[in-house]
């Protein structure tokens, strides 16, 4: 059968264990996101010799007295700039410990959307604060989009501490803001550094300038802390349906990405929405069969029986499956500058099903500033609010907070096939069936 993988592990298709770590960076614009990332990829030795002389050139040309490590990000800001719509900008790391995925999302508050892309995946967010200008408006509506998304885990960098000479009360007083913020979105764990991104103080090289500091670098934090696994869930298993395999013996096999929990051969399991028990006969990949599958990989299953089994349907485990939700609550973040009004008519892509819906209410939009919930009968392009829905066919859904993979979905136009919005399933939603 197979031992589980440790907490810090990701299975790969192969089945090949890997440490990786997905986190999201975010700040106010100029409060230095952008150097640190350079100096993480600089000094974690992720940058080509090339891109290293790019950038002395670079900082050369441009006036600099040093390297200016925020051009290592410079030609994907460009792109913005130029128009061309990039979701989130990606950059990867590893070092001999982990692997590292890091979604470096935009400071500006027109790139909202932006922002709940890349925190839609990520482990824990790193937030980066200017220790001079101390937390800013939007700085806290990016921890509050996160904290949305499901994000329960934040790394503050107190950043250019330089300049202010070090000072252990400005970065306490940094401390005493993110505590009190942290505590209000329900974080979990919050660890705050001090750091110079510009000279690579508390980055991945220990603290020389604050002798009052004897915590981790940032580096040290990013390479221990524990991998949870949050964008493949929890609970039971679960099997969106991608694609039907017709077996030479006229068998079929049932392709998709496993989240929730693990499936092995002779599980019981529920083909949603119909409803019908069917037990797992085998469970493989592209390499042979599995005495077990862990979320994350993607699998083909054989069930017993002759049961009506398409894309778009799912396995579920029996003993624990998802809610069958025609009319549902759903925390959305609007992209269209059309508002979302009750009564619109949309279609919504929910893992591998697509079905009609429509507007039955808009119960609210979230107060950036209070980080609360205020009534209103619309929201708005880039705002974040709470909407009543009803579904010609049911999803099988869990709560967003189990399960970010069958809890989540996106809203489209029906006509132009265009993304109007990304949605969170809430607790407490109304089951139909």
Known sequence: MGAAPAESDTVT?????????????????????????????????????????????????????????????????????????????????????????????????????????????????????????????????????????????????????????????????????????????GVEELITIPISALSGDGVAEENASADWYHGPTLLQVLESIPVLGADLGQGGARLAVQWVFRNPDGTRGYAGLLSGGPLRPGDAVTVLPSGKPATVESVSTFDGPLGVAWPGMSVTVQIAGDLDVGRGDMLASAADPPELLSEFDATVCWFSEKPLVAGNRYSVKHTTRRAPCIVTGVKSVVDMEGFVEVPSGEIRFNEIGVVSLALTTPLAADDYRVNRSTGSFVIVDPITNATLGAAMVRSGAASGD
Request: with cysteine; aromatic share 6%; charged share 30%.
């Open 13 to 185: 298709d192969e089945g090949e264990l890997i440490d990786l770590l997905r986190f999201c960076a975010v700040g106010s614009v100029d409060d230095g996101k952008s150097t640190l990332i350079g100096r993480l990829l600089h000094d974690t030795k992720q940058l080509f010799d090339d891109q290293v002389e790019a950038i002395e050139e670079a900082s050369r040309r441009r006036g600099y007295e040093g390297v200016e490590l925020a051009f290592a990000t410079d030609g994907l800001r460009a792109e913005r700039e130029q128009g061309i719509t990039i979701d989130v900008a990606y950059r990867y790391a590893a070092t001999p410990t982990r692997k590292f995925v890091i979604a470096d999302c935009p400071g500006h508050e027109q790139y909202t959307r932006n922002m709940a892309t890349g925190a839609s995946t990520a482990e824990l967010a790193v937030v980066v604060v200017d220790a001079a200008r101390g937390l800013r408006e939007q700085t806290k509506r990016h921890l509050c989009i996160a904290a949305l998304m499901g994000v329960r885990r934040f790394v503050v960098c107190v950043n250019k501490m330089d300049l202010v000479g070090w000072s252990r009360d400005v970065y306490e007083s940094v401390v005493v803001q993110m505590g009190e913020l942290a505590a209000r979105l």
